[in-house]
């Protein structure tokens, strides 16, 4: 369902929580093309400063733009600009919770600015801000 930018708040949220799988891990690397062993080779990654494999941080930050294309505002959102700060690995088996605030609204562009952040058993693995452009009832 679209929130139209006339609808939004301050400080409305929305989120969207997924488990990070071996097939999710795989089907990345299909799609990006990005096959670093630290995210497929189990034995390469036990010798990095993680231990032991990783998700790719963009599948993790994939799941802010299921929010703001789905959830807040939804559908017919424009994605204009993102920024983040990668905090900490997340695993397979990780249940990744991204979610995004309103934290401020420009009427004149229909612009929305956003806090997103992702995060695992409550630690922040990504934070960030987005700038979106939401639809309009004008």
Same mark, same amino acid.
């Given at each position: 369902?679209?929130?139209? $930018?006339?609808?939004?708040?301050? /400080? ?6 997924? #488990? %990070?799988?071996?097939?999710?891990? =795989?089907? +990345? ?33 994939? $799941?802010?733009?299921?929010?703001? /294309? ?6 017919? #959102? %424009?994605?204009?600009?993102?920024? =983040?700060? +990668? ?52």
């Amino acid at each position: 369902m679209t929130c139209y $930018f006339e609808d939004l708040s301050i /400080g409305q949220s929305a989120e969207y929580a997924k #488990t %990070i799988t071996e097939a999710d891990v =795989l089907l +990345f690397v299909a799609v990006s093309g990005d096959d670093n062993p630290v995210h497929i080779n189990a034995e390469y990654a036990e010798t990095t400063m993680f231990k032991g494999r990783i998700a790719h941080g963009m599948l993790s930050a994939g $799941f802010i733009s299921t929010v703001l /294309g789905t959830r807040l505002p939804g559908p017919g #959102t %424009i994605y204009l600009g993102q920024n =983040l700060k +990668f905090k900490a690995p997340v695993r397979i088996g990780d249940t990744v919770t991204a979610k995004v605030t309103v934290t401020a609204l420009d009427p004149a562009k229909k612009r929305v600015t956003l806090s997103t952040v992702c995060t695992v058993k409550g630690n922040v693995v990504i934070d960030g801000e987005a700038v979106v452009m939401a639809p309009s009832k004008g």
